[in-house]
Each structure stands twice: as structure tokens, then as C-alpha cells.
């Protein structure tokens, strides 16, 4: 049986070798993807998270942890990917302009496929006109956006404007996420839907395609 316990320690070091060797043999002998991904690795982002706050990792530490996470992260999405039904929807996703935080925007992503939506990833620092075109030409029906820095969330009100003055906000719904972004900030801007975390993303994108 594969050593999760070994996942912590080499996730939190930044060992990709480590982190990939670990996510394959688990998975190999059959640990579900899910429980991987949100009992043995999401905890630890949250706690490199909490370090980075109180001074006890730094930005090179952390960007080889998010490359760390990134690895195993394409071992696992199409797995996760596979179990889903038929499709529920289409959806953009993206981390909005000036924003070059990923890892949530990529669980989310890979959540959402794994609960049956086909993900169309704009990745980071994305220009609102680029939702734009991802409606108008590639029949998405919803769009996800994350932020994780204040500076960074009005981008977001940016975005669903630019919607409406292309003439297609009502062709999708929006849903945001992100550390800073709550509830409160969704109604205020006008968004369709909310969640803090990326299992809550698929509730909300599948009740609101489901409306
Ligand atoms: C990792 C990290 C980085 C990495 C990013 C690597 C990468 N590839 O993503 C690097 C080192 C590059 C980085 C850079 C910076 N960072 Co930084 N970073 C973080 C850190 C520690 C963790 C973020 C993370 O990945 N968390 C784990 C994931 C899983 O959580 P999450 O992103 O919140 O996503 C979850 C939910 O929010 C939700 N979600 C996310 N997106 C979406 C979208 C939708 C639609 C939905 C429904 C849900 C949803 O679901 C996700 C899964 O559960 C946070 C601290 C923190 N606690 O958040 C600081 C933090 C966000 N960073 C911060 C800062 C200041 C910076 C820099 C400005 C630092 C600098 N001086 O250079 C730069 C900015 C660069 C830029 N232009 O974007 C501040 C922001 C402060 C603020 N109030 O704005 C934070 C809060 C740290 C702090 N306390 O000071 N950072």
C-alpha cells in the first residue's frame, strides 16, 4: 500500500518527484482520485497557505509547491474527468486580469469536469474579451472566474459588464470564486453564483444550468 502519510511532507517541500511518484502508486492501488485530491493534498495547500501568512514559507517555496501540485493535478483530472456523466454544461473558467493565482481556478476546473461539465481553461490573467469570445464561439454556457487578490477582484464587475455590452450575459450564467471573494461581493456585482470551495463550484454551476 503507497505511504500517503508521505504525501504531506512532499507536497509541502515542493517535491514534484516525491508528489507524482505518490499520486501514480496511489492511484495504481486504487485510492480514488477525489479522496487524493481533497483528504491528501488540498489540506496541505491550505496549511502552505496559513505558513505563507505568518512568514513561514516564501514565494520561491510556494511556486514550487503550486508546480508541485500542478504535476500530480494532470495525473488526476482526466481521472476525475472520467467519472463524470454526460456533459452538464460548458464552461470558461479563468483567473481575471492581473491575477496569476491558479491552483484554486485549477480545481475548480478540474472538479467541474469531474462532475460532467466540458472546461474550457482560459488560464491566468485573463481580458474580459476573451469570456467574450469564449461564449460567441465556443457555445460556453457558463463562466467561472477566480481572483485572489482585493486588488484584483473588481476585474470581476469588469468582466460581467463587458458581458452586457457585448449582448451576451444573458446567454450564460457567472459564477466567482477565490480567497477574498464572498457572497456579499457576488450580489453586489451582479454574478449568478458563489462558492469557497471547489466542490461547492459544481452544486452551484449545476443548479444554476439546471434553472
Ligand atoms: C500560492 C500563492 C501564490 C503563488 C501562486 C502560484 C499559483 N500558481 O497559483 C505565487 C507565489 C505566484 C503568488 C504570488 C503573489 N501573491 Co499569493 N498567495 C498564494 C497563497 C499562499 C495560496 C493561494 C492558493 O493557491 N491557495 C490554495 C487554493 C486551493 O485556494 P484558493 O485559490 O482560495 O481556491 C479555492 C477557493 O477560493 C475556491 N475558488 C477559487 N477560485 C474559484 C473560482 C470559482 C468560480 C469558484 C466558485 C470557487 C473558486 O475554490 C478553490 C478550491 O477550494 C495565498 C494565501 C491564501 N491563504 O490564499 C497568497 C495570497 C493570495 N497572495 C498574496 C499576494 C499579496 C501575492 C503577490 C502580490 C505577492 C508579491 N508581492 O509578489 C503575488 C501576486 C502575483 C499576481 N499578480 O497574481 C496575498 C493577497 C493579499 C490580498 N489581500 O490581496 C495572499 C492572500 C497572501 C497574504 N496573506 O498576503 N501567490
Redesign the pocket.
Known amino acids: 500500500m503507497s505511504d500517503l502519510s508521505k504525501m504531506h511532507d512532499a507536497l509541502l517541500a515542493g517535491d514534484s518527484k516525491t508528489v507524482v511518484a505518490i499520486t501514480k502508486e496511489a492511484l495504481a492501488q486504487g485510492v480514488q482520485p477525489d479522496v487524493l485530491l481533497n483528504k491528501h493534498m488540498?489540506p496541505t495547500?491550505?496549511e502552505?497557505?496559513?505558513k505563507?501568512?505568518a512568514n513561514e514559507l516564501f514565494?520561491p517555496e510556494?511556486?514550487l509547491?503550486?508546480r508541485a501540485m500542478k504535476q500530480a493535478l494532470a495525473i488526476i483530472r482526466p481521472l476525475l474527468a472520467a467519472t463524470g456523466a454526460k456533459p452538464a454544461g460548458r464552461v470558461a473558467?479563468g483567473t481575471v486580469k492581473?491575477?496569476?493565482?491558479?491552483?484554486?481556478?485549477n480545481?475548480?476546473a478540474s472538479m467541474l469536469e469531474g462532475g460532467g461539465f466540458e472546461v474550457v481553461d482560459l488560464g491566468v490573467d485573463v481580458s474580459p474579451d476573451k469570456f467574450v469570445s469564449a461564449i460567441k464561439d465556443q457555445g460556453v454556457n457558463l463562466v467561472?472566474?477566480?481572483a485572489?487578490?482585493?486588488?484584483t477582484m473588481p476585474a470581476m464587475k469588469v468582466i460581467i459588464d463587458n458581458l452586457k455590452q457585448a449582448g451576451v450575459r444573458d446567454k450564460v450564467k457567472v459564477?466567482?470564486?477565490?480567497?477574498?471573494v464572498t457572497q456579499e461581493y457576488a450580489d453586489q456585482i451582479g454574478a449568478d453564483?458563489?462558492?469557497?470551495?471547489?466542490n461547492?463550484?459544481v452544486t452551484?454551476a449545476r443548479k444554476l444550468l439546471a434553472a
Do not use: M
Not at 148 to 151: I, N, S
Not at 175 to 180: M, N, R, S, T, Y
Open positions: 488540498i495547500l491550505d502552505a497557505g496559513r505563507f501568512e514565494v510556494l511556486l509547491i503550486g473558467i492581473g491575477d496569476l493565482h491558479d491552483i484554486g481556478k480545481l475548480v467561472a472566474l477566480s485572489l487578490l482585493t486588488t459564477i466567482i470564486g477565490g480567497a477574498p453564483g458563489y462558492s469557497d470551495n471547489a461547492g463550484a452551484v
